[in-house]
């Protein structure tokens, strides 16, 4: 037994070295439960990026990637258990899942850790704000999204807005940021609505737009399924013509398939595959490695984070110690990702990403452009 | 007051403050994830306790649970919110609540008192339901506060994470609650109120019957279970520091409920062993799906691992111990001798009420079920000191009359009154506290608990509690089943069960006694042993007796009046020589000669 030890003890200092060319990253994430729809898929694309990564012979030819990973099941409490198992695992780096409720739950123990953390896909700018220093997220804000939209309909010569919003979650509250940045650029907002999520009957707030004198340009709103397909139906059905404008949620085959009043609806999604552009090389990647066709900008979402990782452990020349890894995460500019360039550099770590602008045209993906938003025209986080 | 004997409380108090020092001491030794794990424990198992107080006890499930969990989490993160932040993520804040900020203790105080409050408000509504179709309610309560949460924008957030809520909670501070928590609810358990509320699970109809107001009792433990919940919830919250309303919702109901279910919803034990078990399999199972390697083998990450095996847990537990792992019995209960009743250690006499000589009358009683006149126009007088018979073929309305007479049935028309008390419209548990006692055709025991809880329930809840035990063992040693004391009613054969359910009776100290069908079961040397206990009551303790029974010897000897039921009908009444005369009897019993 005492040899067995000393053994152990010998293999165990030889193995030191190695471990430091290794960087740990935990993953506490929702493979089950009502997360698991955004998180799973991101996952996926972590995986693709890390096998990259370490076929290659790791980060700059050196550190390998080992992830840990643990099921939070969509429970807050369950996250707060996992990162801090994977904080005393000793990882450098920690995922979190797309939700913030989950997120903030483990923020405390990364925080205290002073280890980055990254969520896999919150959108909504204020997660960095309230985590603090050391919470990242990784998908175009809500505010960008809005400003990019926003722009559009300014450029194509839209002059008013109308907004339908709900209160009920920070994302749906988007069309807010628009009417902002619509305004802003010198458009009017005739009027706004509120609904609640999972409302179905639209017919009351179709009617209010279907009266009034002058016709809006536009009306923005972040509703998705299955709120949104009722809506625009309802819309249409009341008489209004006027061009729609959602978001990344409703980037989903639904949206589609509604025919006539589907068509010409346009949004802003995380990226768009073109031949060649990275997006769609990642597409290849994706159906090489699983034998499966990529089916949501998620899985390439995921790539976008390990590449994030990758390039701030390259900034600290090989070092897996945390806290130089959030230094350089946050001081990033400029990384070619999947879906898009990525920086942090300047911001409080809602990263600023291109947005790709779609528009329904006969039933499919038409790409208008990913024009970089304008970032004297990007609204303040609402904390409310 | 508590119902089972000090060294059971003792010895259960002990051991949940053994276990829980003892896993909280392990677990800090073990590190910050098991301590976190350990604290997520204390606070589910809090939460499991909570609803065992109400559910268990009552024998109504609850999916509504969660909703107080989720109001004691949002009251006492309100209360600890800093100011700053209220400012600024709550600007519409009622100004007396966006100034106030409170420490931990306090907020958790308040937060239980406001839950309870609620809950009793709630609890007056839900009491008027009985069996599933309160379940149904509790989950109708479950799906409209969560509504009220996420409409509540204003002080909630909506559904967005209400976030910046002070993270005080710590395994020490969980597990102080915890242990509270469990000492509460196993003190229920055993109080008068617990005690009365679990018969009334066992047999509703029996409860009332020997004075039990269940409404009442399934209120207390409503509100007392609402309280749990809600300190279960102001932890969670000072542990998340951010949470939504989702997490009180169908997700966590489900999880918590099957902890309850699995170790048994029944008591204390089960509430512990089936959060223990579910926890161990959970944290077993997950270290697993993450992917391990045995041998140089590589198993690949399988999530969902987790959820299979407390499914799987769920069904083997459903399959083979339908009652919980734990049972319907507390650990000690097992190990630990109950209460006995030495057969003749003491002077023991049964009392009556004494010198309660006005007559039980019934005046034109009618009970129509439907289109069916099940009795119809019957008038009848009882009283103390006498034993009445009440014959007539199957279906003449012997019971429906004696279900009017002792409330359990409201009579269509006609009175019941003894003296100038109308108890006509009385309900079972205040005829009770009129001296009127009664038996059941089909045994009514509350099976589950032991000879001794059965008849001391109806001496507790009979002439305010006075004397209860005294009268409850003077019951037991009259009716001769002092020597099963312990046992649990059902394990009894047929003829001690009719002799307990006697006893439980006779505890309640009444001036009169309805017994249907006691001798039914028994054999002959029962029934002469049955009858000469009940003369005796009747001699020599001015008992009345109002006794139905096929057994026409017995009442042929026993009664000084037999009454004669035909079709609804009174169609005889007099001496037992009067009644073997009747041409009408006659008839009845044998058909147009």
């Known amino acids: 037994m005492k040899r067995f030890l000393t053994l152990t003890a010998i293999g165990a200092l030889l193995a030191a070295p190695v471990m430091a060319d290794t960087l740990r990253v935990g993953l506490a994430t929702a493979q089950t439960g009502g997360l698991a729809t955004y998180d799973s898929p991101v996952i996926d694309g972590v995986h693709i990026a890390v096998n990259e990564i370490n076929a290659a012979g790791g980060i700059g030819g050196t550190t390998m990637i080992e992830l840990i990973e643990k099921d939070v099941r969509s429970d807050a409490a369950q996250t707060s258990i996992a990162a801090q198992e994977l904080v005393d695992a000793g990882v450098s780096v920690l ?54 939209s926003a722009a559009w309909a300014r450029e194509q010569g839209h002059d008013s807005t109308y907004i339908i919003y709900s209160p009920d979650s920070q994302y749906t509250t988007m069309p807010l940021y628009f009417a902002e940045v619509f305004e802003k650029s010198g458009g009017t907002v005739l009027g706004q609505d509120t609904h609640s999520i999972g409302q179905q009957d639209f017919s009351a707030i179709a009617t209010r737009i279907a009266s009034l004198e002058d016709q809006p340009d536009v009306i923005m709103t972040s509703a998705y399924e299955p709120d949104f397909p009722s809506m625009l139906k309802a819309l249409r059905a009341a008489g209004v013509t006027s061009q729609i404008i959602g978001s990344d949620g409703i980037d989903s085959p639904t949206t589609f398939s509604l025919g006539d009043a589907g068509e010409g609806v346009v949004f802003t999604t995380a990226g768009h595959a073109l031949d060649g552009n990275p997006l769609a090389d990642f597409n290849t990647k994706f159906e090489a490695a699983t034998g499966n066709k990529s089916e949501t900008v998620f899985n390439a979402v995921g790539y976008d984070l390990i590449k994030v990782v990758e390039a701030a452990v390259l900034v600290t020349e090989g070092s897996t110690d945390p806290q130089k890894i959030r230094d350089a995460i946050a001081n990033l500019e400029g990384i070619q990702g999947a879906t898009s360039t990525i920086t942090y550099k300047g911001t409080n770590g809602m990263p600023v990403r291109q947005v790709a602008l779609i528009q329904v045209k006969g039933g499919e993906r038409e790409y208008l452009g990913s024009p970089s938003p304008d970032a004297a025209m990007i609204p303040a986080p609402r904390m409310q | 007051m508590i119902t089972s004997p000090p060294k059971h409380i003792v010895a259960s108090i002990l051991g949940i403050v053994a276990l829980c020092i003892g896993a909280a001491l392990v677990a800090s030794a073990l590190g910050s994830a098991s301590e976190r794990i350990l604290t997520v424990f204390f606070i589910s198992l809090i939460a499991v306790v ?43 804040l009622p100004e007396w609540l966006a100034g106030t900020e409170t420490g931990l203790l306090t907020a958790i105080t308040v937060a239980i008192l406001f839950t309870s409050i609620v809950a009793f408000i709630i609890g007056l509504a839900l009491n008027r339901l009985e069996g599933s179709a309160a379940t149904i309610a509790t989950l109708g309560l479950l799906i409209i506060v969560h509504g009220i949460t996420i409409g509540w924008r204003d002080v909630t957030r909506g559904s967005q994470s209400f976030f910046g809520v002070p993270r005080d909670t710590t395994l020490w501070s969980a597990a102080i609650f915890c242990i509270l928590a469990l000492i509460v609810a196993r003190l229920y358990r055993d109080s008068v109120s617990g005690l009365r509320l679990r018969a009334g699970r066992e047999n509703a109809i029996a409860a009332s019957a020997v004075g039990v ?89 399988v999530f969902g691992t987790t959820q299979i095996g407390i499914g799987l847990i769920i069904l083997f537990a459903m399959f083979r111990k339908p009652e919980g792992l734990a049972g319907l019995k507390e650990l000690e209960e097992r190990f630990l001798t109950g209460h006995s009743v030495k057969p003749k250690s003491k002077d023991t006499h049964v009392t009556v009420a004494s010198a309660d000589p006005t007559p039980l009358t019934g005046d034109n009683l009618t009970m129509r ?135 439980r009776a006779l505890a309640c100290e009444p001036s009169l006694v309805f017994l249907d069908e006691p001798a039914a079961g028994m054999n002959r040397e029962e029934t002469d042993e049955l009858m000469k206990t009940l003369q005796t009551l009747t001699s020599e303790l001015g008992l009345g007796v109002l006794i139905v029974d096929h057994d026409l010897k017995l009442i042929n000897q026993l009664c000084d009046r037999i009454i004669v039921l035909n079709e609804g009908m009174l169609i005889a009444q007099g001496t037992p020589a009067e009644i073997r005369k009747n041409p009408a009897v006659i008839e009845a019993y044998l058909g147009h000669s």
């Open chain 2, 213 to 301: 107001h269940i409404r009442r009792e399934r209120l207390i433990a409503w509100v007392l279970s609402a309280a749990i919940m809600a300190l279960s919830g102001a932890l969670m919250a000072h542990f998340l520091g951010a949470f939504s309303p989702k997490k009180f919702y169908f997700t966590d109901t489900f999880l918590l409920l099957a902890m309850l279910i699995v170790g048994g919803m029944t008591t204390v034990t089960g509430a512990i062993t089936g959060a223990l078990t579910i926890t161990i399999v959970t944290e077993v199972l997950r270290r697993f799906e993450g992917g391990f390697s045995v041998a140089g083998m590589e198993v690949p990450a």
């Open chain 2, 50 to 92: 909570g609803m065992g107080v109400y559910s268990g006890n009552s024998g109504i499930l609850s999916f509504g649970h969660l909703s107080f969990m989720g109001i004691g989490a949002y009251a006492s993160a309100l209360l600890t919110l800093p100011v700053q932040m209220k400012v600024a993520t709550l600007p519409k």
């Open chain 1, 95 to 148: 995922v979190l899942p797309c939700d913030a409720d989950p997120s903030l739950a483990a923020i405390g123990i990364v925080s205290s850790a002073q280890i980055p953390a990254i969520s896999t896909c919150a959108s909504s700018p204020t997660l960095p704000m309230i985590g603090g220093d050391y919470m990242f997220a990784n998908f175009p804000g809500d505010n960008v999204q809005a400003t990019v």
């Open chain 2, 369 to 503: 079920f439907g289109g069916l006149v099940a009795v119809n126009g019957v008038s009848i007088e009882v009283k103390p000191s006498e034993i009445v018979g009440l014959i007539g073929p199957n279906g003449s309305g012997k019971t429906t009359l004696l279900n009017m007479l002792s409330g359990v049935l409201t009579p269509t028309e006609g009175s019941v009154q003894r003296g100038d008390m109308v108890l006509t419209n009385a309900a079972p548990h205040d005829v009770a506290n009129h001296g009127i006692a009664r038996t059941f055709q089909n045994i009514r025991l509350f099976n589950e608990l032991t000879v001794y809880q059965n008849v001391l329930t109806a001496a507790l809840s009979t002439l305010d509690g006075k004397r209860a035990i005294e009268r409850c063992e003077a019951a037991i040693v009259a009716m001769g089943v002092a020597q099963f004391a312990e046992n649990d009613a059902n394990t009894l054969s047929y003829g001690d069960q009719r002799r307990v359910e006697i006893a």
